[in-house]
């Protein structure tokens, strides 16, 4: 079974540019993750959502990140305008059950985003 | 805000040796879980523990909650090269916001 697939794998852009992160939950799962890993900060949850409703977007750092569950089987995360500080591997996770915390999460590979 | 602090976290051994992680924290957490993840990858669940003093084993790791549930400690007995990476712990949050606190990490380089 195919597991938490992100894309794209690396993205370099440049500050200033929207950068675009995707993800595709394992299916059946109904919790969508979110997080942002970086050596400064390690691993933050930037935003939850539970059958493709947002339930957290605490973490979420600014006005500049969005989040979107048009499905149960898509998320996007994007950043207008992107800056050098948000150069860091974005993590898409998915449970199944309410979003508690406790619930196994599966995390897909990660996208490394750099921005120069 | 809720922090969870691991240490060491950097452990440096050789392979048939033993070690101890630990994760430690003021707060109290509903359950405490422990990853690993490797480079390139996500992090990857061991073990969820839920009630205080409860202790599980997987193998050749060892995992203890604390009685306060505050706190955490992971032990590898004779670690193999293949336990190589970035070990997290991380806290399910009391309150009404159920969400992850990852912890700081320990990263394992296990030396054939």
């Known amino acids: 079974d195919a597991g938490v697939i992100q894309s794209p794998r690396h993205e370099v852009t440049e500050m200033g540019q929207e950068v675009t992160l995707r993800c595709k939950p394992i299916?059946?799962?109904?919790?969508l993750f979110w997080y942002r890993q970086t050596m400064m900060r390690g691993l933050e949850l930037l935003i939850y959502f539970n059958n493709n409703v947002p339930i957290d977007d605490s973490g979420m750092p600014e006005d500049r990140f969005s989040a979107k569950m048009p499905n149960a089987s898509f998320s996007t995360l994007k950043i207008q305008p992107s800056e050098p500080r948000d150069s860091a591997v974005y993590f898409c996770?998915?449970?199944f059950g309410s979003g508690r915390a406790r619930d196994e999460q599966f995390f897909g590979p990660g996208t490394r985003l750099t921005v120069l | 805000t809720q922090l969870l602090e691991q240490s060491p976290q950097f452990l440096s051994i050789q392979e048939g040796e033993n070690l101890t992680v630990y994760c430690n924290s003021s707060?109290?957490?509903?359950?405490l879980q422990w990853y690993r993840q490797e480079p390139g990858e996500g992090p990857v669940l061991l073990v969820t523990?839920?009630?205080?003093?409860e202790v599980k084993k997987l193998k050749r790791l060892t995992f203890q909650f604390g009685d306060a549930r505050k706190d955490s400690s992971l032990h590898i007995t004779a670690a193999q090269p293949g336990d190589t990476g970035l070990y997290l712990c991380?806290?399910?949050?009391?309150?009404?916001?159920?969400?992850?606190?990852f912890g700081t990490g320990t990263r394992l380089q296990v030396f054939p």
């Open positions: 299916s059946g799962h109904n919790s």
């Open positions: 996770a998915s449970s």
């Open positions: 523990v839920v009630t205080g003093g």
């Open positions: 707060s109290v957490f509903s359950s």
């Open positions: 991380a806290g399910a949050s009391l309150g009404n916001t159920d969400k992850l606190i």
